[in-house]
Nanobody
Framework: QVQLVESGGGLVQPGGSLTLSCAAS????????MGWYRQAPGKSRETVAA???????NYADFAKGRFTISRDSAKNTLNLTMNMLKPEDTAVYSC????????WGRGTEVTVSS
């Protein structure tokens, strides 16, 4: 079992930045890859970014050039640094970990508004 707890969400103005964090606990040594998903109000959930144990990253098109995913395996944490935020980035952002199956955190809310 892997437990994931996100933090760092909040209200930010358009053009601003925010860093989300995800703390993994439990059988974290078995995690192969971690990632972020998001779900905006009234929309389907979508992938934001992911990183493997080897450090290979993958980003959704909307995240390229603005978001950076990073993983600290020693600390069992995953971060998502988001720059140049837009109102359409408003969503609940959830952390995931692939360890035999996909584990999910409860999410942290990000609101981009002036």
């Amino acid at each position: 079992q892997v437990q994931l707890v996100e933090s760092g969400g909040g209200l930010v103005q358009p053009g601003g930045s925010l860093t989300l964090s995800c703390a993994a606990s439990g059988n974290s040594s078995s995690i192969y890859a971690m990632g972020w998903y998001r779900q905006a109000p009234g929309k389907s959930r979508e992938t934001v970014a992911a990183v493997t144990r080897a450090g290979t990253t993958n980003y959704a098109d909307f995240a390229k050039g603005r978001f950076t995913i990073s993983r600290d395996s020693a600390k069992n944490t995953l971060n998502l640094t988001m720059n140049m935020l837009k109102p359409e980035d408003t969503a609940v952002y959830s952390c995931t970990a692939l360890a035999g199956r996909l584990f999910w955190g409860r999410g942290t809310e990000v609101t981009v508004s002036s």
